[in-house]
């Protein structure tokens, strides 16, 4: 390919182009969602929603800041995995549908300073339910639909912060790259497939058996 020099940027040394293809949408957006909007540092405490993409790169771009990561899944099984990473608190959705109350008890009571919102419609109120006074509430996703109710009062009794993005620019790339070389962070691939097999890496997706991110190989 012959692109313009405007138009890409080196990746860190200690990747591979399997584990760089998943920097510029998913880790983009939890970088941004995590160091710039949200702001997380040091001894502060990130609610990040699910196991996908974005949500892995968000407990691992907060742990790099020093900061406690609570993270929900409905899998037990990769609540484990998000421990491995480096979680230090998981809720199982599923057993907890009121989970900002264990979000609350987790944190004797402050709630989180952010939380990454990938869930949309049936999420969002949970999510600023169990955000600290003051907290932000960083939504990058709708997976659970695009039109959301929420409790009004909890929005400006607590002084919360609600933020939409898209991804990131140039400049906050090559950021974000500076800390995944600076923390040596590898990004989690759940598969990788062949591009014959596109249909497959969908219904893998679909069916969100996935830990991570998938990658398509031409």
């Given at each position: 390919?012959?692109?313009?020099?405007?138009?890409?940027?080196?990746?860190?040394?200690?990747?591979?182009?399997d584990?760089?293809?998943?920097?510029p949408?998913?880790?983009?957006?939890?970088w941004?969602a995590?160091?710039?909007?949200?702001?997380?540092?040091?001894?502060?405490?990130?609610?990040?929603?699910?196991?996908?993409?974005?949500?892995?790169?968000?407990?691992q771009?907060?742990?790099?800041?020093?900061?406690?990561?609570?993270?929900?899944?409905?899998?037990d099984?990769k609540?484990?995995?998000?421990?491995?990473?480096?979680?230090?608190?998981?809720?199982?959705?599923?057993?907890?549908?009121?989970?900002?109350?264990?979000?609350?008890?987790?944190?004797?009571?402050?709630g989180?300073?952010?939380?990454?919102?990938?869930?949309?419609?049936?999420?969002?109120?949970?999510?600023?339910?169990?955000?600290?006074v003051?907290?932000?509430i960083?939504?990058?996703?709708?997976?659970?639909?695009?039109?959301?109710?929420?409790?009004?009062?909890?929005?400006?009794?607590?002084?919360?912060?609600?933020?939409?993005?898209?991804?990131?620019?140039?400049?906050?790339?090559?950021?974000?790259c500076?800390?995944?070389?600076?923390?040596?962070?590898?990004?989690?691939?759940?598969?990788?497939f062949?591009i014959?097999?596109?249909?497959?890496?969908?219904?893998r997706?679909?069916?969100?058996?996935?830990?991570?991110?998938?990658?398509?190989?031409?």
């Amino acid at each position: 390919m012959l692109l313009d020099a405007g138009a890409v940027s080196p990746f860190p040394d200690h990747l591979d182009f399997d584990e760089a293809a998943t920097l510029p949408c998913a880790a983009l957006t939890a970088w941004r969602a995590v160091a710039e909007e949200a702001a997380i540092g040091p001894g502060q405490t990130l609610l990040v929603q699910g196991t996908g993409g974005v949500s892995l790169f968000a407990l691992q771009f907060a742990k790099a800041r020093g900061a406690h990561v609570i993270i929900t899944s409905s899998s037990d099984e990769k609540l484990e995995r998000a421990r491995g990473l480096g979680a230090d608190f998981t809720i199982n959705y599923k057993a907890n549908p009121e989970w900002s109350k264990e979000v609350r008890r987790l944190t004797d009571g402050r709630g989180a300073d952010a939380v990454i919102e990938v869930g949309g419609a049936d999420t969002l109120a949970e999510s600023m339910k169990a955000a600290a006074v003051g907290g932000s509430i960083v939504v990058i996703g709708i997976l659970s639909g695009a039109a959301a109710s929420f409790p009004l009062p909890v929005l400006f009794g607590n002084n919360l912060r609600v933020a939409g993005i898209s991804v990131g620019n140039r400049s906050q790339f090559e950021a974000m790259c500076c800390d995944i070389a600076a923390y040596r962070i590898r990004p989690v691939i759940d598969r990788t497939f062949d591009i014959a097999r596109v249909q497959d890496a969908l219904r893998r997706m679909e069916g969100g058996r996935h830990f991570g991110k998938i990658v398509l190989r031409f």
